[in-house]
Structure formats: structure tokens, C-alpha cells
């Protein structure tokens, strides 16, 4: 719909199009151009689902684009108390700097210098140039102290210092959502082992308790090993389920809480997978904190989400080999101790994860990608409780174990 000549008829669309393709009726918005001291935006108007080529509705339809376009073209004012001016000097190494910053706002954005100046990044300043808190003008040239209009920062900003228009949509919708946006250690395709990941050992199991340590030496019994040929539970005596069902465990599994190959080396430089044209090296982009989170620019703390960008038409999606290098480039993090009794809830936080942010054409769509950690949850330790009554789909007593010779 976006290739098409907006001015041109169109036809009816087949079954299988996209309901949010189809055209708005963005009427509500000539509101804005009458009222000037509304203060917040009329409600918006219905969707017209099918196209059935009446005067009426291409009238309804013309009417709704040119809405769009008074709104769109409507000044845009700025109140000269709380005005920042930006200079930029292209030429300079710090091309975006505000020399008076005021406002709460910088308290997440730019980096201070000795100065009392504030240098910003291209996608910060472009952000704040988009939501009217901040004019830039010219430092240079013939046209200093000119100002930069929104089209002129989009050309000079955007592919600036490794902004892409993928990263600014993924990094103004956040900041618009709230969050706390900073930018990854593996920023530039060169720092992708800038995320140095300090080498780990394998977690020590905690030391066990009176209780525990005398029901293990008592009446716990390791399994007996399976023979060559045979059964694979031998004739004897289980004192729980949970004994024979490590006996019928063949398969090995992963194990989420054993270093990875880029924790066990001294140095990440030839870790990871090769890097290709066909499967490029995938890295975060952006560090994400909550809005309700207190975020120091001084001393941060941990992210609470890690976001790689995904431009979806120049990559599809990441392979096995590309995943698996992006968890290794993220810091080890398991569950909380406050999620042990949610096991759906341990599985989605996973022991690495990673958001994936897939853009297509101005649409974000957000995935996670975790290193769940399936066996590291037994089912068959987790305690079945009995029914309160004999028979039924539930009946029985006590929690689960099984007493005899099999």
C-alpha cells in the first residue's frame, strides 16, 4: 500500500489483505486545525474495511487524506521558556551540542563535559527535534545560525555515526513509550567484541541443610547403572519416582548454567561464530530501563532488556548459528529467586535473553529470545499432589512416591 500512488483509485482489496492495510478516516484530525487551544486530540475516526467504489466513500476517502495533510503541514510552535538550542557542526567530533541544557529531560540523554555543555547523539537530538523540545541551528558555514528543519536533520543524522532509520524507529518508539534508552557496547559493526563477557565458572550448588543432608545419606540411593542389554529400571528398590525417571533419561541435554564458550576463554576476540554476508553477526543495539526504574547516567544499573535491531528487508530471520553467538555476546543472567515458584515464568526469563526488534517498513515487531533452560525444569521432582478423595482422575496419597520392588 505504501509503493502505491495515494492519489491514484483504488480497487478493492483480495480476502487475504491485512485489515490494518486498509485506508483511515483520518476526518478527526481538521479538529486540530480550528481548535487551537485544545489540549488533547479528538477522538479518532472508523476504519471503512472494504472499498466498494462509491462517489460517496471516495469522497469520504479524499476528505480523510486531506485531513491528514492540513495536520500534517500545521506550524508547529515552540515556547520560547523552555526553548534548548542545539548547534550543529558536522565537522566537528562532537557535532550536536547544547551549550544551556535545562530540563529533567537530560537527565537519560547527552553526555556532560567540564564545560557544563552537553554533547547529543544523532538519534537523541533527532528525538528531541521530533517532539518539539529542542531547535538546532547551523555552527558553521554559511548558514550558522540557521535552522535545521525536521527533512534536513533526517538527511544529515540519520546514517551518521551508525544511526540507521531501523535503529531511530526502534529508539523513538521507545522513548516515546517512556523508557530509558542507551546505546549497546557492540554499537559499530568493528566493537561486535566490545561486549566483553568476563569469564565464569559453573554456579556451586548451595550447601544443604540438617534435614537434607541426613534424608541424601540415609534413605536416598543412587540409582544402579543400566546394563549394556537389559531393561533399562532393573529389578530392586525405589524409594521415588524421580530415581527411575533419571534412569530413563538418554538423551543429553543442555545445560543453561554452564559457561559458554566466549565465558570460558580469556579473551572474546575469536569467539563466536565466523562472520558471513549470507548470516552477519547479530549484536544488541540498545540497553532498555523500565520508567519506573532509577537510572543514573554516571553509574547505570543492569539493563532490563537488551534490544537487537532486525531490518527485515536486508535479513531474514537468525539462524541457529546466529542466535547462539548473540546469547553468548549478553551476560549470564538466570531467574530470580522470586520466579522458583513459577515455571512458566523461569522459562520466558530464560538464563540469557535477548529482544529482538524485527523492523519492516516502519513496523516494529518485538520477540524474545531466551536460552530457556528446559532441563534444568524436572517435572518429575516436583511433588504430585493427591486428591482428597479415593479414585478419580486424581485420586491417591501422598506426593508421589513409590514404595516397593519393581
Known amino acids: 500500500m505504501a509503493d502505491l500512488d495515494e492519489e491514484s483509485p483504488q480497487t478493492a482489496p483480495p480476502d487475504s489483505a491485512d485489515i490494518d492495510d486498509e485506508p483511515q478516516d483520518f476526518r478527526f484530525l481538521s479538529a486540530l486545525s480550528h481548535a487551537t ?4 486530540l479528538p477522538r479518532r475516526g472508523e476504519k471503512d474495511f472494504e472499498q466498494h467504489g462509491t462517489l460517496s466513500q471516495n469522497s469520504i476517502l479524499e476528505a480523510s487524506q486531506q485531513a491528514m ?10 515556547n520560547p521558556k523552555s526553548l534548548i538550542t542545539a548547534q550543529f557542526t558536522p565537522s566537528s567530533s562532537t557535532p550536536l551540542v547544547v551549550s544551556q ?7 537519560t540523554m547527552g553526555k556532560s563535559d567540564s564545560f557544563g555543555r552537553l554533547s547529543l547523539l544523532p538519534e537523541e537530538a533527532l528525538y528531541l527535534l521530533e517532539r518539539g523540545s529542542l531547535d538546532i541551528r547551523w555552527g558553521e558555514g554559511q548558514m550558522e545560525g540557521l535552522p535545521l ?24 518508539g521507545l522513548k516515546r513509550g517512556g523508557y ?5 557496547p557492540a554499537w559499530y559493526p568493528e566493537d561486535h567484541d566490545a561486549d566483553y563477557i568476563k ?5 556451586k550448588a548451595p550447601p544443604l541443610g540438617l534435614f537434607a543432608w541426613l534424608y541424601n545419606s540415609l534413605l536416598s540411593q543412587s540409582p544402579p547403572t543400566p546394563p549394556p542389554q537389559g531393561p533399562l529400571v532393573q529389578p530392586g528398590l525405589y524409594r521415588s519416582y524421580a530415581s527411575i525417571y533419571r534412569l530413563l533419561t538418554l538423551i543429553p541435554s ?27 553477526r547479530i549484536r544488541v543495539s540498545f540497553y532498555v530501563w523500565k520508567p519506573s526504574s532509577e537510572f543514573k547516567k554516571s553509574a547505570p544499573s543492569p539493563p532490563d532488556f537488551r534490544i537487537a535491531v532486525l531490518n527485515a528487508r536486508e535479513q531474514g530471520f537468525p539462524v541457529y548459528e546466529q542466535v547462539d553467538d548473540l546469547l553468548q555476546s549478553v551476560p549470564y543472567d538466570p531467574p530470580p529467586p522470586e520466579l522458583k515458584g513459577s515455571m512458566y515464568a523461569r522459562l520466558k526469563h530464560g538464563w540469557r535473553n535477548v529482544v529482538l526488534a524485527v523492523v519492516d517498513q516502519g513496523v ?38 513409590a514404595r516397593g520392588r519393581y
Not at 528543519?149 to 523513538?172: C, F, N
Not at 479415593?390 to 496419597?397: A, M, P, S
Open 254 to 280: 543442555h545445560d543453561s548454567s554452564e559457561p559458554t564458550d566466549r565465558e570460558s576463554s580469556r579473551s572474546s576476540a575469536s569467539m563466536g561464530h565466523p562472520n558471513s554476508p549470507t548470516h552477519p
Open 101 to 107: 541544557p535545562k530540563g529533567a529531560i537530560f537527565k
Open 199 to 203: 569469564p565464569r565458572e559453573r554456579d
Open 180 to 184: 530509558v534508552v542507551q546505546r549497546g
Open 364 to 401: 516494529v515487531s518485538y520477540m524474545r529470545l531466551a536460552d530457556a533452560g528446559f532441563s534444568k525444569e524436572k517435572l518429575y521432582e516436583v511433588g504430585v499432589r493427591g486428591g482428597g478423595k479415593r479414585g478419580g482422575r486424581r485420586g491417591g496419597r501422598g506426593r508421589g512416591r
Open 37 to 40: 487551544n485544545q489540549q488533547t
Open 69 to 78: 495533510h492540513d495536520a500534517l503541514s500545521h506550524p508547529r510552535t515552540h
Open 149 to 172: 528543519s525536521l527533512q534536513a536533520a533526517y538527511s544529515y543524522l540519520i546514517g551518521d555515526k551508525g544511526l540507521s532509520l531501523e535503529r531511530y524507529t526502534v529508539y523513538g
